[in-house]
């Protein structure tokens, strides 16, 4: 092996492993790992730039971000949880059915952090007021925030790197393929939430009725753009629909919607929005890029590419299989991104090596990265958004606690994935 490969293998290893502990903000340590490999002479800045640093991903997560920001402050999103509670007359079991639904939904459309960021604060007011422990509810919306957000091409970051590195794979291709499994996957799940939770979710008559007191109408802050918000949504959807019709990018539609949507709700609006941006989250990419264009270059992906050929012998149905229970287990202990940023060269790899239909494979590696995530509190960013919301509450998730329940719901979906990949591509 060239020795610049083995210096590329060591950065991206210690860069990989600083991540998983924690110690260093990620975003700080990617971006070293990205610049150092640049510095090292291992990737030049034009290759960077041109070939390896995703911009439509970058473009499509900047777009939902700022429309989601402007959205939220019209108190759009609050309205509809407390809705749904008042819809279940106050009634704490199908209240935490209903905020699980909301919460896949909107994970689906929006994303699964920005749903959870939105949901969880409402779930408090909730839980305080029917005086039930919080934690089955926001379990199930961590669980359903991964769940919901595997249904589409916008609602999980690993699927939006899918679909950037793979054009053929549209806005409707992955409701045409992953829909049908999440939907599956979520009514497995509600009924088994119910049977786990409804003894400890139990209050008065007299705390139900403070939820039917609340005064929904006062929770929408400012009209006008509400019906200005609703609307760009709804275009910027129907644009995800209609993309590859028109033969756009996904990231244009992303950002037209949310700069549309920064002219129709004035220039005040506009510096609040772009400090909401995940600029932390945007250089993390940057960085991770970089890092993993490091081991295309220096032909790293190619190796192992031969070597998990090797290990399958080339067989569709055996490569899909490790692929989804690879991904899964992967990234139940560690984050999804920088995994999926690493098998997206090597899938692309095996199709380069002869191996004819690479469907199967990238529906396997969205399905297992997305759904791993609910194995353990670390598998996902909205797990630990959710579980530090929790401890600033006073009531810490531990990594434990979590485990116990999530890992067998894990494994679970995951299961239920692979005889969906198995009778509908590989039989």
């Not at 992955?174 to 049977?195: D, G, K, R, S």
């Not at 939820?211 to 959807?237: F, G, N, Q, W, Y």
């Not at 190796?303 to 490790?322: F, H, N, R, W």
């Not at 997206?344 to 790899?349: A, H, N, S, V």
Request: charged share 10%.
């Amino acid at each position: 092996m060239e020795q610049q490969a083995i210096v590329a293998i060591a950065v991206f290893l210690i860069t990989y492993a600083m991540i998983i502990t924690e110690k260093i903000h990620r975003t700080i340590v990617a971006m070293l790992g990205g610049l150092l490999v640049v510095l090292l002479g291992i990737v030049d800045v034009e290759s960077a730039i041109s070939h390896h640093i995703d911009f439509n991903t970058l473009g499509l997560l900047i777009g939902m971000m700022i429309i989601v920001s402007i959205t939220a402050k019209t108190g759009l999103f609050t309205y509809i949880a407390v809705a749904a509670a008042k819809k279940a007359k106050g009634e704490p079991v199908k209240i935490l059915v209903a905020l699980a639904i909301i919460t896949a939904i909107g994970s689906a459309f929006l994303d699964n952090v920005t749903t959870v960021l939105l949901i969880v604060p409402v779930t408090f007011s909730i839980t305080r007021q029917l005086k039930v422990p919080p934690f089955p509810f926001l379990f199930t919306q961590i669980l359903a925030s991964n769940i919901g957000g595997t249904a589409t091409l916008i609602g999980d970051p690993p699927n939006i790197m899918i679909g950037s590195a793979v054009p053929e794979l549209t806005f409707m291709a992955f409701i045409e393929n992953l829909t049908p499994i999440v939907v599956l996957i979520m009514l497995v799940h509600l009924p088994i939430f119910v049977l786990l939770f409804r003894k400890r979710l139990r209050t008065t008559e007299e705390y139900k009725q403070g939820i039917m007191k609340m005064d929904v109408s006062e929770l929408i802050t400012d009209r006008p753009l509400l019906v200005r918000c609703l609307v760009v949504l709804a275009l910027t959807i129907a644009g995800f629909f209609l993309h590859q019709t028109f033969h756009v990018e996904s990231s244009v539609v992303a950002l037209t919607g949310a700069f549309v949507l920064l002219l129709l709700a004035g220039e005040h609006a506009m510096e609040e929005a772009f400090t909401r941006v995940e600029w932390t989250t945007i250089f993390f990419f940057i960085g991770l890029f970089t890092l993993v264009g490091s081991l295309v270059d220096t032909g790293v992906i190619g190796d192992l590419a031969v070597k998990a050929m090797e290990l399958t012998g080339g067989d569709l149905v055996a490569t899909s299989m490790l692929i989804l229970w690879m991904s899964a287990i992967a990234s139940a202990f560690m984050d999804n991104i920088p995994f999926v940023a690493t098998m997206i060269p090597l899938i692309q790899e095996m199709g380069n090596m002869g191996m004819q239909n690479l469907e199967p494979l990238w529906w396997s590696l969205a399905l297992g990265a997305c759904l791993g995530g609910n194995g353990t509190l670390i598998g996902a960013s909205a797990n630990l958004i959710t579980a530090g919301l929790s401890a600033k509450e006073g009531h810490p998730i531990t990594f434990v606690q979590f485990l116990k329940y999530g890992f067998p719901f894990m494994l679970l979906s995951v299961g239920m994935s692979a005889v969906y990949i198995y009778l509908r591509y590989l039989l």
